[in-house]
């Protein structure tokens, strides 16, 4: 990303900040900091609702100065030196400041408290996350890029793979694959990144079990600690396989599924591959600017049911409700293709879409895509 992209961004962050009569914000986050200076270092950038912004780089203060596209870059040796540093680059003492809430500890919140003992603090998560919807040319280039790489990793998997060979033989095998092409080997989940692996390859029955993430399935894994993705368990002929893996190439995020399916499976699992096939070229159809998330949602379970499938669409017994989420710097990004969400579409919005069917004790199907939003409906960026 060029310096333009990175002052559009901001001046676009500034705009919502005045509008709120903030007199600025300050960032920590890793993602949010890479989106608006272009250096995910140790530091606190604060906006101002005008004017210039900085940059204090605790550490790495080189890397970060190199590597940030705003102009004023200043080491930070102790958190106390954050209002000196402000009242020396001529900003104001601030009255009412904006912290990204969703992801701030406790214990940071009482240090900006301490350090601005008066300050009203307000939530600007919904701004930052509202913003990043909205891809940019530069930000779907980057995302194409992605899923170009992830796409040969998808065939090279249906290269490789064998009834026998254990999940994570199978996912050992093409993660190496992906990291040759450039993979980063793990992905951005906001608010959930510890023990968050790129994704899931589950076969049979151990693609029906889920965990503590919100997601439809999750597999076995290899611990109680990582309980997603790959285990020890061997794929056999006759179950379904399922690869649910996210593409982080550069700094950008695809969401790509596939099951593998023999002529041994059962009908009603090849049905339901058939039915999820559709759900997906239906929703992207109806995917255009000024639909909500919501109606995206209640027609895709409306076709599920009117397919006999209902009770097995998006998991089983405690069905996720959701069908679709927001990716690019992190995996979870809005908006989501939910139950009830009133977010309209518009172009430039970039979602995930898995339609997905939980058959329990048996295995699971279902396709996952990127998608953007155009005039003429969604536009698959995987392949």
């Known amino acids: 990303m060029d310096k333009n992209e990175y002052r559009q961004r901001i001046s676009h962050f500034q705009d919502a900040l005045q509008a709120r009569e903030l007199d600025g914000a300050i ?11 272009g250096t995910a270092q140790s530091c606190h950038l604060f906006i101002p609702s005008q004017g210039e912004p900085l940059l204090l780089a605790f550490r790495d203060f080189n890397r970060a100065r190199n590597e940030a596209a705003v102009n004023n870059v200043l080491p930070l040796r102790s958190f106390r030196e954050i209002p000196s540093l402000l009242a020396a680059a001529g900003l104001q003492e ?53 899923a170009e790489k992830h796409a040969a990793v998808f065939r090279y998997i249906g290269d490789i793979i064998q009834p026998g060979m254990t999940e994570l033989e199978i996912a050992a095998a093409f ?31 151990n ?26 368990r061997r794929w056999e002929k006759g179950e379904p396989l399922l690869i649910d893996y996210a593409g982080v190439y550069g700094d950008y995020t695809v969401d790509q599924t596939r099951v593998y399916l023999d002529s041994e499976v059962e009908p009603q699992m090849h049905k339901a591959q058939e039915v999820a096939k559709e759900i997906a070229a239906k929703v992207a159809e109806r995917a255009r600017p000024g639909v909500t998330a919501g109606e995206l949602y209640d027609f895709a379970v409306k076709m599920a049911e009117k397919a006999g499938l209902g009770e097995y669409f998006m998991g089983y017994g405690r069905q996720v409700s959701y069908i679709g989420h927001g990716t690019g710097l992190e995996l979870n990004e809005w908006p989501v293709i939910a139950k009830g969400n009133k977010t309209a ?26 998608y953007v939003v155009t005039e003429k409906g969604a536009v698959s960026l995987t392949f």
């Open 27 to 37: 960032i920590f986050q890793a993602v949010d900091l890479y989106y608006l200076s």
């Open 94 to 146: 601030p009255k009412r400041l904006g912290l990204a809430m969703d992801v701030i500890s406790l214990n940071l919140f009482r240090r900006y408290e301490e350090i601005f003992p008066g300050c009203q603090w307000v939530d600007i998560s919904g701004i930052l996350r509202t913003q990043r919807m909205i891809k940019s040319e530069a930000e779907l280039a980057a995302l194409r890029y992605a």
């Open 175 to 205: 993660e190496a694959f992906a990291r040759r092409l450039g993979h980063q080997g793990t992905k951005r989940f906001r608010g959930q990144e510890q023990g968050m692996i790129p994704g899931i390859v589950a076969a049979g029955v």
């Open 207 to 232: 693609a029906t079990l889920t965990s503590c993430y919100d997601l439809p399935l999750a597999g076995n894994g290899l611990t109680p600690l990582y309980p997603m993705g790959p285990s020890q």
């Open 345 to 370: 579409l518009a172009e430039g919005m970039v979602f995930a879409l898995e339609p997905k069917f939980v058959f329990p004790g048996r295995g699971s199907v279902g396709i996952e895509d990127t």
